[in-house]
């Protein structure tokens, strides 16, 4: 089992930076599909990157086409963390941000229906 809990929301203005912190125990997820999600009120809840093990020290990265290179997501293995550094912020960024965790070969790792394993989330506002 896996249990996960973010950190590093916060009230920002548009254009200023974030990084987020998502901790694991139970196990370790360096081998792990792990993924961050957003939900803003009213709407479903959204992809925002997915990272996925290749081999001991290779990793692949997808984005949503929303983040626009504004974001980057990095696993500090030794610490069991995973981040999800945010820059350039928008009012439409305002969500609730998740962090997931699968296990590896997952067939849709778009999906939020594909993870196992999901922290309680942590607010992002950024006013205008």
């Known amino acids: 089992q896996v249990q996960l809990v973010e950190s590093g929301g916060g009230l920002v203005q548009a254009g200023d930076s974030l990084r987020l912190a998502c901790a694991a125990s139970g196990r370790s997820f360096d081998t792990m599909v792990v993924a961050w999600f957003r939900q803003a009120p009213g709407k479903d809840r959204e992809f925002v990157v997915v990272s996925t093990w290749i081999d001991s020290s290779t990793y692949s990265t997808y984005y949503a086409d929303f983040v626009q290179g504004r974001f980057t997501i990095s696993r500090d293995n030794a610490r069991n963390v995973l981040y999800l550094q945010m820059n350039n912020l928008k009012p439409e960024d305002t969500a609730v941000y998740f962090c997931?965790?699968?296990?590896?070969?997952?067939?849709?790792?778009?999906?939020?229906?594909?993870?196992?394993?999901w922290g309680q989330g942590t607010q992002v506002t950024v006013s205008s």
């Open positions: 997931a965790a699968a296990r590896t070969g997952i067939r849709r790792p778009m999906q939020a229906q594909a993870y196992d394993y």
